[in-house]
């Protein structure tokens, strides 16, 4: 016959799989928004010639708004606000 304890750690362990599992899923859409915002500031920076500089700022608004976060950017750049 099952325990308490027994049945109380599978709920626990099918919990912690579940918010590991949604960790995972956001990081995985993090790496992949950053990649490409990052990839079209360089191509801006290429083609453009903007000089902007990868700090850690312009990686974090890649990395949440992908390549609207680099357009962002960019514009920002233009009107001379920031970087």
């Given at each position: 016959m099952v325990g308490?304890?027994?049945l109380s750690v599978l709920v626990l362990a099918i919990?912690?799989?579940v918010i590991?599992?949604?960790?995972?899923?956001?990081?995985?859409?993090?790496v992949v928004n950053t990649v490409v915002g990052l990839i079209?500031?360089?191509l801006a920076n290429l083609v453009l010639g903007?000089?902007?500089?990868?700090?850690?700022?312009v990686i974090l608004?890649?990395?949440i708004g992908g390549a609207f976060?680099?357009?962002l950017v960019i514009v920002l750049?233009?009107?001379g606000i920031a970087f």
């Open positions: 308490l304890l027994e919990i912690a799989a590991l599992y949604k960790i995972l899923k956001t990081i995985k859409n993090m079209l500031l360089f903007l000089e902007i500089a990868y700090s850690w700022i608004i890649c990395a976060g680099a357009i750049h233009y009107l």
